[in-house]
């Protein structure tokens, strides 16, 4: 819906005076403390070519939709405003269902695994999307004539879902699988039962699973008074030695986007003694 068919980043823009929303300082503040404001989502404007794009998918598929992320500091009050704008601008042709739900990759498909058609303008909703099975169409505005006519060879069969997405990651030589952050901490908490570093992955939607250099990593053994996550980490030696290359070649360690070690302290000392250059590891998707 938003960047779709309500103009949410535009009217951002405006309220901050840029010309691209992208240009405001610390964003996530920026778009939070505007977005929570009384009525925001209720009196969106439309996106300029927002007409012709619903005119266009009821044309080719007859039914749709509405799948939107709420705002995650106000789920309830976004919700209510974006039911509201759709009451105020789609009148002839009402969606079979309007659902708002932030991981939208769990509607990517149907219970008989029919691939479900996704047309978004984020990107990492499309990865996701294409990752669980379901057919994403990446959706630029002024653009909406592609859109379009991806949405009628998706219909046709033309297009076919990848189970398997996999991404190119610079410098890697390799495809790297893409992940979503509750994928991630199921993995961790699958080896560390009372993990508490929960809110760290949860923050990214995107994971990626790659080879990272180990001069890249940070671990709070040896920079603890720096680590941001204030921990003091007892290095177990005889835990370490008990581990096989081919163990912690296997078993991806966690790191966040700034190299400092979610999960897998002891698979990195490990690498490090035995002399590894890399580790395989999961990492927010940049």
């Given at each position: 819906?938003?960047?779709?068919?309500?103009?949410?980043?535009?009217?951002?823009?405006?309220?901050?005076?840029?010309?691209?929303?992208?240009?405001?300082?610390?964003?996530?503040?920026?778009?939070?403390?505007?977005?929570?404001?009384?009525?925001?989502?209720?009196?969106?404007?439309?996106?300029?070519?927002?007409?012709?794009?619903?005119?266009?998918?009821?044309?080719?598929?007859?039914?749709?939709?509405?799948?939107?992320?709420?705002?995650?500091?106000?789920?309830?009050?976004?919700?209510?405003?974006?039911?509201?704008?759709?009451?105020?601008?789609?009148?002839?042709?009402?969606?079979?269902?309007?659902?708002?739900?932030?991981?939208?990759?769990?509607?990517?498909?149907?219970?008989?695994?029919?691939?479900?058609?996704?047309?978004?303008?984020?990107?990492?909703?499309?990865?996701?999307?294409?990752?669980?099975?379901?057919?994403?169409?990446?959706?630029?505005?002024?653009?909406?004539?592609?859109?379009?006519?991806?949405?009628?060879?998706?219909?046709?069969?033309?297009?076919?879902?990848?189970?398997?997405?996999?991404?190119?990651?610079?410098?890697?030589?390799?495809?790297?699988?893409?992940?979503?952050?509750?994928?991630?901490?199921?993995?961790?908490?699958?080896?560390?039962?009372?993990?508490?570093?929960?809110?760290?992955?949860?923050?990214?939607?995107?994971?990626?699973?790659?080879?990272?250099?180990?001069?890249?990593?940070?671990?709070?053994?040896?920079?603890?008074?720096?680590?941001?996550?204030?921990?003091?980490?007892?290095?177990?030696?005889?835990?370490?030695?008990?581990?096989?290359?081919?163990?912690?070649?296997?078993?991806?360690?966690?790191?966040?986007?700034?190299?400092w070690i979610l999960d897998g302290n002891h698979r990195v000392m490990a690498a490090k003694s035995i002399g590894l250059d890399s580790i395989?590891?999961?990492?927010?998707?940049?």
């Open positions: 819906m938003d960047g779709v068919l309500a103009d949410f980043f535009g009217e951002i823009a405006r309220k901050h005076g840029v010309e691209y929303w992208r240009e405001i300082h610390r964003q996530e503040i920026g778009i939070d403390q505007i977005a929570q404001q009384p009525e925001f989502f209720s009196v969106l404007p439309p996106m300029p070519h927002a007409k012709e794009l619903l005119s266009g998918v009821i044309n080719l598929a007859n039914r749709y939709s509405i799948l939107s992320s709420p705002l995650l500091s106000a789920v309830d009050q976004s919700s209510e405003e974006k039911t509201k704008w759709l009451d105020k601008h789609i009148h002839r042709h009402q969606p079979d269902s309007i659902i708002f739900d932030h991981e939208k990759y769990k509607y990517a498909q149907q219970p008989d695994e029919t691939p479900n058609i996704l047309i978004d303008d984020w990107e990492t909703n499309i990865r996701l999307w294409q990752s669980h099975g379901g057919i994403g169409i990446l959706h630029v505005d002024d653009q909406w004539q592609d859109t379009l006519e991806k949405l009628s060879m998706a219909l046709n069969g033309q297009i076919q879902p990848n189970k398997q997405l996999t991404i190119d990651v610079p410098g890697e030589h390799r495809k790297t699988k893409i992940f979503t952050s509750r994928q991630v901490l199921k993995y961790v908490k699958g080896t560390h039962h009372d993990y508490h570093l929960e809110e760290p992955i949860l923050k990214h939607k995107v994971w990626v699973l790659k080879y990272v250099p180990m001069s890249e990593l940070k671990t709070p053994e040896f920079v603890h008074q720096d680590d941001p996550y204030r921990r003091v980490i007892d290095i177990n030696w005889d835990h370490i030695n008990s581990f096989s290359q081919s163990y912690v070649n296997k078993k991806p360690i966690v790191a966040d986007k700034h190299g395989l590891a999961l990492v927010p998707y940049k």
